[in-house]
């Protein structure tokens, strides 16, 4: 097949060589023709050296690749690829499991597919696209899952209307492309249960990223009592209360998520007395609660999505973590987070950095975390390392 070939400008070419997989519109020198919203293009040297192939676009990120090597993108192509993802979802004991049916089978540039993401929950997977070339082959993706699970996966639900680029252009609608399933469900994750609706729920239903830190959590929690913030549907608290926490306190600013936090715990605990659960602003409640803890969780929203935002966000997560930290009990736990991908992981750590030496509180780092293994990060697309996480003890 042939395909529109983009030309890069003279030493444009080094980030492909080392298999960055982005292409700026600034580097490029010229395009022989006029290719439409997601077409597949190849990508030349200047001095007409095949570099990659991959989706094009009209914004600022032109070309995303999919493959650096010179071969047609096919049902072929996209077999290999998601067959890949599974077999290392495999390897990792995701799949098959009999306590866990939540993960994610491809995280984007993490899994060399620029622009995708595919979460299973249970028999149902949801794809979310954030590039118009993802989206225009969803329906070979969606057949092409069906068909590697072999009978397990029913549905393909697309979840893309809030993250596709040009959407008054496309008008993407959620909905199910594959199958007929249901758009909630009771989901296990380490043994624990959880109601999830990737129909109404933030990201594809559940924040499927923080799983092992949420285990990590539990075996912190024995003996404790533990104030989970910014605790949307109580994960962290589920986990905490499984590890034999005294007493666990939700804090989230939405009412909907305050009552699915209670609806997991009672799902999981007949008697869910030690379990008490606020709607209220987080930094509001650790402003005014007069409560100590053994154990805070600090897990907020991107407070940074933009690069001009940087500066803000590190003051944001200073004052947060300085607020955390006076609630905490002497020898307290504190889990702290950070899911914005322009703070980088050294930003975060000075912010905390900044919090403890404000708060003249002897602290220590006991865990540096991150995503898990089914959020690879490509070594030559750092920008793929979005979540950042420490515990400190402080005396």
């Not at 533990?226 to 949307?232: H, I, P, Q, R």
Request: charged share 20%; with cysteine; net charge neutral.
């Amino acid at each position: 097949m042939n395909y529109i070939k983009i030309t890069l400008k003279p030493g444009k070419e080094q980030s492909l060589q080392r298999f960055h997989p982005w292409v700026f519109s600034g580097a490029i020198k010229r395009i022989d023709g006029t290719p439409d919203e997601g077409e597949v293009v190849e990508v030349f040297s200047s001095d007409g050296l095949f570099l990659g192939i991959g989706h094009y676009h009209s914004g600022s990120i032109t070309v995303r690749i999919l493959s650096f090597k010179q071969e047609p993108i096919n049902d072929d192509f996209w077999s290999i690829k998601l067959r890949d993802a599974l077999n290392h979802r495999k390897a990792l004991g995701l799949y098959p499991s009999t306590t866990t049916n939540i993960f994610r089978l491809v995280h984007g540039e993490g899994d060399n597919l620029p622009g995708l993401i595919v979460d299973i929950y249970g028999d149902t997977a949801v794809v979310q696209c954030h590039s118009i070339g993802m989206y225009l082959v969803r329906d070979i993706i969606a057949k092409t899952i069906l068909k590697i699970f072999e009978g397990y996966i029913k549905s393909v639900y697309d979840k893309s209307s809030g993250t596709l680029p040009l959407r008054e252009k496309f008008n993407p609608t959620d909905g199910f492309i594959a199958g007929e399933g249901h758009l909630s469900s009771m989901l296990l994750e380490y043994g624990n249960k959880f109601d999830i609706s990737w129909d109404e729920g933030q990201k594809t239903g559940f924040f499927i990223d923080q799983r092992e830190n949420r285990r990590l959590v539990q075996e912190y929690s024995k003996g404790k009592t533990v104030l989970n913030t910014f605790g949307y549907t109580g994960g962290f608290s589920v986990f905490a209360l499984q590890g034999g926490a005294t007493e666990v306190t939700t804090v989230d600013s939405s009412e909907k998520a305050i009552f699915l936090s209670k609806k997991n715990v009672a799902a999981n605990f007949e008697n869910g007395s030690n379990h008490k659960a606020f709607a209220v602003d987080a930094f509001e409640y650790l402003r005014t609660t007069k409560d100590t803890y053994d154990l805070i969780i600090l897990d907020p929203p991107a407070f940074a999505k933009h690069r001009d935002a940087l500066k803000n966000a590190l003051q944001a997560y200073k004052r947060l973590n300085l607020a955390a930290i006076y609630k905490l009990n002497p020898g307290g736990i504190l889990f702290t987070f950070s899911c914005s991908q322009v703070v980088n992981r050294t930003d975060f750590r000075n912010a905390v950095f900044s919090a403890c030496a404000i708060s003249g509180r002897e602290a220590s780092i006991l865990h540096q975390l991150t995503q898990p293994a089914d959020h690879p990060i490509n070594i030559y697309h750092p920008e793929g390392e979005y979540l950042k996480g420490l515990v400190i003890r402080v005396k």
